[in-house]
């Protein structure tokens, strides 16, 4: 990952977020030859921004849940590289934000922080590829209903947890995405928001997110250990998800702290397929 960056950040500065936002853009264009797209004026004037835009690679800083700056870069049909979510940072990181729209100590460590790991992070060739032994092709199980058709991995390898995300396993890395059951629930997937690369979780923790019209829904790991990458593709195309959640439409790649002990917690596919279509048959009843 480049650590120079085209950077659109929140511009609610009436929030302590949007303070930190600002503030996190403001350090990246002192550190590095990153350049700050302004919200208000891009609305208005965009030529200049958007080939800034195109130039560099985007960073978007959104203060908080309404994910202003998100939005807009979805207005202009920008290429996202990296996206963060003030407010989701200070919970991971366990730093309370004041109420005061002045920095204080908490919020300048976060800002360091959030800026130390997005400018340490490389990612190499290798990285950026596909996990190591993922399968080329899967095998499946079907389960129909009415028209829908759910699919679910039945190769070895692949674990389920009752929030329904699978995780795929390999030596000691892992894959992770949501069930066919997840994308169809939801309808259209419009939004992605990953967990921070470098973020250490636990198993059932919160792992991003992804939303549509009718829902968010929350992706609770499977299993525990560090957040190794994301699937960028999702950041510009979360329809990925709606389109082939297994395969193309991942989420995120882990590198796992204890598996052994997660795993008692987990199922394999023949303990998960009746409630796959135990949930199938439920929802079809409510709706």
């Not at 480049?2 to 264009?29: H, Q, R």
């Not at 958007?50 to 939005?71: F, N, W």
């Not at 297994?246 to 204890?258: M, R």
Request: a negative charge.
């Amino acid at each position: 990952m480049s650590n120079s960056f085209a950077i659109l950040p929140c511009n609610g500065l009436d929030k302590c977020a949007g303070s930190v936002s600002k503030e996190l853009a403001l350090l990246f264009s002192e550190k590095t030859d990153s350049e700050i797209i302004c919200p208000v004026f891009y609305r208005v004037a965009d030529a200049r921004y958007s080939r800034i835009a195109q130039e560099k690679p985007l960073l978007v800083i959104d203060g908080c849940p309404t994910r202003c700056a998100s939005k807009l870069a979805a207005e202009k049909n920008l290429k996202i590289a990296e996206k963060i979510n003030i407010t989701e940072e200070a919970k991971n990181n366990n730093i309370a934000l004041s109420n005061d729209l002045r920095m204080g100590e908490n919020e300048i460590k976060l800002t360091n922080i959030i800026f130390d790991r997005l400018t340490s992070v490389q990612k190499s060739d290798a990285e950026n590829d596909d996990l190591t032994l993922f399968p080329e092709i899967l095998t499946y199980e079907l389960y129909k209903k009415d028209k829908f058709v759910f699919r679910l991995p039945k190769d070895k390898g692949f674990y389920f947890n009752e929030n329904d995300v699978w995780v795929y396993v390999t030596q000691n890395k892992a894959r992770i995405g949501v069930t066919d059951f997840v994308q169809k629930s939801l309808s259209d997937i419009t939004f992605f928001t990953p967990s921070a690369i470098g973020n250490e979780i636990e198993q059932f923790d919160d792992a991003g997110s992804i939303e549509s019209g009718k829902a968010v829904f929350e992706i609770i790991s499977p299993v525990s250990g560090t957040i190794t990458a994301i699937n960028d593709k999702l950041m510009e195309a979360p329809e990925l998800i709606n389109e082939n959640p297994y395969e193309q439409g991942w989420i995120a790649e882990i590198e796992l702290s204890d598996f052994e002990s997660d795993k008692d917690l987990l199922y394999e596919f023949d303990g998960y397929f009746p409630i796959l279509r135990r949930k199938v048959d439920e929802f079809h009843v409510k709706n």
